[in-house]
């Protein structure tokens, strides 16, 4: 599945980050929460164009290694915009990125971004050097998976694009001369016609006009139609990444108190926020199984990924404070049962841990954990298995 860096990044822009940043430049929340949602997308824009050449690529991947942007700094995002030292070391660590993405172009990106999100210039232009810092690191962290080298970083960088559309600013694209950014499947349909086109014209000009027979161009065009159709077969078949991503989309879910959050139909925070306001079903306890979050293997860690499921559901809790819930920790059957029951339980407080941090107070967070206790299915198969390592969320009180 191809790795999309505007969701993660945007998932470490809680409502406590979002508010400490509207402070830090003087804006309301609202305005600096559509800048930052102009700002990200922007800045992986720059980073894909960037990327979109051999040098680029290069140069980025010594800029990821002289920062140490190994997402370290994603362990407290709001320190980014509090004050004090972080902030402005961020401030200065950001100027220099922006210089080396924008170049003379960047005071130009600001007023462009003031004018998207109706904030002064300067606060735009604060806001897109503290920014700069949080996308690089969570960059850096999905190295790792990808591979360290210029062309898997470029290639990274190079799928950005599938998430891009609709997302930066309008007229930011022209303005900074984007044109190296790939259109992705228009242009395939745009090179497939002409592709017929070129072939119909070269076959049938290589003939005599007097002697060509009427059914000749029909035919000439099926078979090219044919040809391109099966290299898009082979195409489909080697790269099937961008279409199980498309499969999934992603919704804004409107919150209260204005905060607006981006994440895909079907996952657990769209079913949960959703829940929470319906009025239809007030049951209590509601049980929701996490998706999209993973541990390092017999460890408490998250994965860089799940970091941004934990912020969506931040978020939402931030939403409804009267909602108090319990995160219940399970494991598969492999390997002693005690030992098992501690990983859950520890893990479950791991993410409390997580959400406290990000504002949630810890009494309205419960934990438990059960080890291999009720499985959800079987455990002879991987994917039994698999199912049963899962973090559920039991709402108690709304």
């Known amino acids: 599945m191809a790795i999309d860096l505007i969701d993660l ?7 406590n980050v979002i508010q400490a940043a509207a402070t830090r430049v003087g804006e309301s929340g609202e305005a600096t929460q559509k800048a930052l949602a102009g700002i990200v997308p922007t800045l992986v824009g720059a980073l894909a164009n960037t990327a979109s ?12 290694d002289a920062g140490k942007y190994d997402g370290g ?5 709001t320190s980014l915009f509090a004050g004090g030292t972080t ?7 950001g100027k220099g990125i922006l210089n080396g993405l924008f170049g003379d172009k960047i005071g130009e990106v600001s007023n462009l971004i003031a004018r998207f999100a109706g904030v002064r210039p300067e606060s735009a232009s604060s806001l897109l050097a503290l920014a700069a810092p949080l996308v690089m690191n969570v960059l850096g962290t ?21 998430f891009l559309r609709g997302l930066v600013p309008p007229g930011l694209g022209s303005m ?20 017929v086109s070129r072939t119909a014209d070269e076959v049938t000009s290589a003939l005599p006009r007097a002697r060509r027979p009427r059914w000749l161009i029909p035919a000439v065009i099926i078979g090219a139609l044919i040809v391109l159709f099966l290299a898009w077969l082979s195409s489909s078949t080697t790269s099937t990444a961008p279409v199980r991503q498309a499969a999934r989309k992603i919704s804004e879910l409107q ?25 239809s079903d007030t049951t209590v306890p509601k049980r929701f199984v996490f998706d999209d979050l993973n541990f390092e293997t017999g460890s408490t860690t998250l994965t860089p990924e799940s970091v941004g499921t934990v912020n969506s559901l931040v978020a939402v809790l931030t939403a409804y404070p009267a909602v108090s819930v319990s995160l219940e920790g399970y494991t598969d059957n492999t390997g002693d049962a005690d030992a098992n029951k501690k990983l859950s339980l520890d893990r479950a407080v791991a993410v409390k841990n997580i959400m406290t941090k990000g504002g949630i107070d810890e009494g309205r967070i419960g934990t438990d954990g059960y080890g291999q206790e009720n499985p959800i299915t079987s455990n002879d198969t991987e994917q039994g298995r ?12 709304r």
């Open 87 to 93: 902030t402005e070391g961020a401030l200065n660590t």
């Open 73 to 77: 700094l994603l362990n407290n995002v």
């Open 176 to 195: 900074l001369g984007w044109s190296t950014l790939p259109s992705g499947l228009s242009n395939l349909a745009g090179s497939a016609t002409g592709a």
């Open 9 to 15: 990044a945007k998932g470490y822009l809680t409502p």
């Open 386 to 397: 698999a199912k049963n390592r899962r973090l559920e969320l039991v709402v108690v009180k």
């Open 142 to 162: 999905q190295r790792a998976s990808v591979g360290t080298g210029a062309g898997a970083l470029a290639t990274l960088l190079g799928e950005q694009k599938n």
């Open 255 to 279: 919150l209260p108190g204005g905060v607006k959050i981006s994440v895909p139909e079907g996952s657990f925070n769209f079913s949960l926020a959703s829940w929470l306001a319906s009025t």
């Open 53 to 64: 050449t051999g040098d680029g690529a290069q140069g980025l991947l010594r800029m990821l």
